[in-house]
């Protein structure tokens, strides 16, 4: 028996019968080549893409209140000039104003203050004897009451007379009413000293109007000012971008950001507060960073912040806001971001990769290899959708053999050969 193998990837046996030559045709499919992915329970996320601009949650616009020459700009500790990227530092114990940044023209100012400390201090030192007068003015009021009592006593023997009682009497009285008056000197002291302490108070804001002080620990971003150089007062400002333009500093922390995100009210009703956030500049960083499970330098974590509970009447759509936990390094204030929420997730699912599901009739199916080494359709039901798999919810089981290549060559009940696995 002779047998030949045609490209039509059968086999065909020529049967030889004595002196005659009769060809039998008996047909033997060759398997086909596949490879497979074995069906393991795992996890599966759902997500929310969105888009939006990249906000520092603390930013300053910073300028002086009132016209003026710019007279200083900080130096920085290496004596370099102050500029964007500068790093500034907040309040402290130390300096509970802030670092200072630059100032205006303000000799008028400091001369009004040094005027009004000069004057609040002559007003204490005034407060200071006025109440050493009235402690005075006590005393001689007790010992003219002590002198009194005892010449009343006598006076009332007999032994004294009625002018030497009545003297005594109204020295005691002289004594009482210069206590009171001493009482009302320092009220009126008091009150004059607090008023000079309020115009002190006036006029350290004045010149604190003067100077422009670092609010928090941050870094300088804008800087529009230069000494000898006049700055001006913005005009009426009604958004960021209009306080940014017109202001001479601009500080912002860069350790943590928020982003406003605009989504469908399906999708937000997916989303909530405290899910997980991944935010890179576009979608290929975070395409790579899913394939490591988010561990990736160039991707920025953080948490849903917020969720507007009503559509907004310009975009009809809702409000999130979304913040940044730790590292923020990859972004930036003004960046704009790819955003994805994770929504949803599901522990211990099977689920395929989305390319190895087929299609019929817009029915989703797969093969997988049976017992017998054969190609066994399955009619799926999907669930979840991921980034890169789909829940299977019925056609699987655990442990299934999946034909994830080659399939397209397959009908029910191929016969198969496994090459390789995924």
Not at 84 to 105: C, K, Y
């Amino acid at each position: 028996m002779v047998g030949v193998l045609l490209a039509t990837g059968f086999y065909v046996f020529i049967k030889e019968h004595e002196d005659n030559v009769f060809p039998v045709f008996t047909y033997e499919p060759l398997p086909v080549m596949v490879e497979i992915l074995e069906v393991k329970p795992g996890s599966i996320s759902s997500w929310t893409f969105s888009e939006g601009t990249v906000e520092a949650l603390r930013k300053a616009y910073l300028y002086f209140e009132n016209p003026g020459k710019v007279t200083y700009i900080t130096k920085l500790a290496d004596g370099s000039s102050l500029r964007e990227g500068s790093i500034v530092q907040g309040p402290d114990n130390n300096n509970p104003s802030g670092q200072l940044l630059a100032v205006i023209e303000n000799r008028q100012q400091i001369n009004q203050v040094k005027l009004l400390k000069a004057k609040l201090k002559t007003a204490r030192n005034q407060l200071t004897k006025a109440e050493s007068d009235i402690a005075h003015a006590r005393n001689n009021l007790r010992q003219s009451e002590l002198d009194f009592f005892r010449i009343k006593t006598i006076y009332e023997k007999g032994v004294v007379a009625r002018e030497k009682y009545e003297r005594y009497y109204t020295d005691m009285i002289n004594k009482g009413i210069k206590l009171e008056g001493a009482k009302n000197q320092l009220q009126v002291l008091r009150s004059e000293e607090e008023a000079v302490s309020i115009e002190l108070d006036k006029a350290n804001i004045a010149l604190e109007k003067t100077m422009i002080f670092a609010p928090f620990d941050g870094v300088i971003s804008k800087l529009d000012l230069a000494e000898n150089n006049y700055s001006y007062p913005p005009t009426m400002t009604t958004s960021n971008i209009e306080r940014e333009v017109s202001s001479g500093i601009v500080v912002v922390d860069n350790r943590f950001y928020e982003v406003k995100l605009e989504v469908s009210e399906a999708e937000a009703d997916l989303i909530q507060e405290g899910q997980s956030v991944y935010i890179a500049q576009d979608d290929t960083e975070l395409f790579k960073a899913a394939d490591t499970d988010f561990d990736d330098l160039n991707i920025t974590w953080g948490r849903v912040w917020s969720v507007s509970p009503s559509l907004s009447l310009e975009r009809r759509a809702r409000m999130v806001r979304v913040r940044t936990v730790g590292n923020s390094e990859s972004i930036q204030d003004g960046m704009f971001v790819r955003v994805w929420i994770a929504t949803q997730q599901k522990p211990d699912v099977l689920a395929l990769p989305w390319q190895v599901i087929s299609f019929q009739n817009e029915q989703p199916y797969v093969f997988v290899v049976n017992k017998n080494g054969r190609a066994e359709q399955r009619w799926l039901t999907l669930g979840m959708n991921g980034i890169f798999n789909t829940e299977i919810t019925r056609g699987l089981r655990d442990g299934d053999k999946v034909i994830v290549r080659g399939q397209h060559l397959l009908d029910e009940d191929s016969v198969v050969e496994i090459s390789g696995s995924m």
